[in-house]
């Protein structure tokens, strides 16, 4: 089974993006608290890592061989080199979209991820032009910023004529809140959020939350600031409202600092805060009851899911590149040519050797070379009591008891058996009872036309 199979992909990405976005809904009400918005995102970010987790270990539930009957009638073996048969029914090929789909974020998160990188790169050569300040040891000075932040080395780096803009009283109160920040580890704190920005730059839900975190740890650093400097809560108020006029809107998501927030209503309520009011309640242990009854449907429905995709995964057509020449139900026999039989497979010829591949996860559950009208032949057992066929190999590449996963080369096309050129005949079965084998496996995604030298053996 793999990660961008549809089931797993509704698994490990689909609940949960649903179950943040609900969390955000029930939060998004209540005033920010540094230790409730961490445990949040934790929640939020948490059924991501479960919903994988489950998909690989349900890739790894037992699956029970299961040995069909002796069959004696003719297994309707194909003929090659009948190429007039009906082209394979043109399909969307819903796994090719999804990986097109995966590559697209990928690409997208990568780009994102280097503009993170040279963010955090950025932040640490700050120290290289700047310049020590005469009255701490711990502070800087650097044309390259517009705002004070704090240096994941501990040092509060200054805005170049922020000391001589400002009185020492608002320095002071500034280098209070950057050295709260240093104190809470909110250095590290920040790069981790603004990769979480990077990676899932799609989920609104998430990105929402790790605002609420940054604007939570001002608030923290706020009140600490305030702390220090009991008597100046309005002119600390008055001081962000004039630093955040001339810092022009400049962003430090990778920094902690004194005035990152940007939009009206989080700087209203860090103003609102210093001052000592408060503008929605507090989140009650009720919010927490309700997350974690929404935690029980989310886990019941991800392992289902998971335990579903092993069973509904047929995504991957055994041969790549063939041509469908015979179908399942009554054709004229290839060797007679004079009267109607039975087909009871799917025949798709290629050339000898072509790799055949697993369709979905199973276990090998029958090897016999020269099997009669059969030829080479094997069977693998899938969930659900699905058991796939393939006949006339040239080679059989794995052995009774393997565990294959979807896409894993198990044999190569042959003609061996009762047969009139290379192809594979795949036979499917479902609670030991034969199937069109259209309505579970895919076709090749590839057609492939006989070469015009080509000689049927």
């Known amino acids: 089974m793999t990660l961008l199979s549809l089931p797993a992909l509704i698994t490990w ?55 069909l009957a002796d069959r004696t009638s003719t297994p ?47 932040l640490f050569l700050l120290t290289r032009e700047s310049v020590p300040v005469p009255f ?9 910023t517009k705002t004070p932040l704090i240096h994941p080395s501990g040092q509060v780096i200054l805005p170049d004529g922020f000391i001589e803009a400002y009185s020492q009283a608002d320095t002071q109160m500034v280098l209070a809140h950057e050295r709260a920040h240093h104190d809470r580890g909110d250095q590290v704190y920040f790069i981790f959020l603004a990769l979480l920005d990077a990676v899932f730059w799609c989920h609104p839900g998430l990105r929402w939350q790790t605002e609420r975190c940054r604007l939570a740890a001002e608030l923290a650093c706020d009140e600490a600031a305030c702390a220090a400097f009991p008597t100046q809560r309005k002119s600390y108020a008055q001081l962000i409202v004039r ?4 810092a022009h809107h400049e962003q430090h998501v990778c920094a902690p ?29 009720g919010v927490f009851v309700m997350i974690a009854l929404l935690t029980v449907p989310l ?10 995709a092993i069973e509904a995964n047929f995504s991957v057509p055994p041969i790549e590149k063939g041509k469908v020449t015979s179908r399942y139900g009554l054709r004229t026999d290839p060797f007679s040519r004079d ?35 059969y030829g080479n032949f094997l069977e693998i057992t899938h969930a659900d009591k699905i058991v796939t066929r393939y006949t006339q190999l040239e080679t059989i590449k794995v052995e009774v008891g393997d565990r294959v996963r979807a896409g894993e080369t198990v044999a190569t096309v042959g003609s061996t058996g009762r047969s ?26 590839e057609k492939w036309r006989k070469p015009p030298r080509f000689h049927d053996q």
């Open 13 to 67: 990405v689909g609940i949960p993006s649903v179950f943040a976005l609900i969390l955000a809904r029930i939060v998004r009400q209540t005033t920010p608290s540094d230790r409730n918005e961490k445990q949040t995102l934790l929640v939020m970010l948490a059924p991501f890592g479960l919903g994988a987790s489950m998909v690989l270990l349900a890739g790894q539930l037992p699956i029970a061989p299961i040995a």
């Open 76 to 122: 309707g073996v194909a003929d090659a080199e009948a190429l007039t048969a009906s082209d394979a029914v043109s399909q969307v090929d819903l796994p090719s979209l999804l990986w097109v789909i995966g590559l697209g974020y990928l690409a997208v998160t990568i780009w994102r991820c280097i503009g993170w990188l040279r963010g955090v790169v950025s």
């Open 136 to 144: 701490a040891a711990d502070v800087l000075i650097s044309p390259r």
């Open 243 to 246: 630093a955040l006029r001339s």
């Open 257 to 285: 600092t004194a005035f990152s927030s940007r939009s009206q209503g989080e700087i209203r309520m860090r103003l609102q805060s210093i001052v000592g009011e408060s503008t929605s309640p507090s989140r009650r242990p």
């Open 299 to 308: 886990l019941a429905g991800q392992w289902a899911l998971a335990k579903d």
């Open 339 to 373: 009267k109607k039989s039975h087909h009871y497979g799917l025949d798709i010829a290629a050339p000898r050797g072509t790799i055949i591949r697993a369709p979905a996860l199973g276990v090998v559950s029958n090897v016999s070379p020269n099997k009669g009208n």
């Open 420 to 445: 009139t050129g290379p192809h594979l005949h795949l036979e499917v079965f479902v609670d030991g009872k034969r199937v069109d084998p259209e309505t579970l496996i895919a076709l090749p995604t």
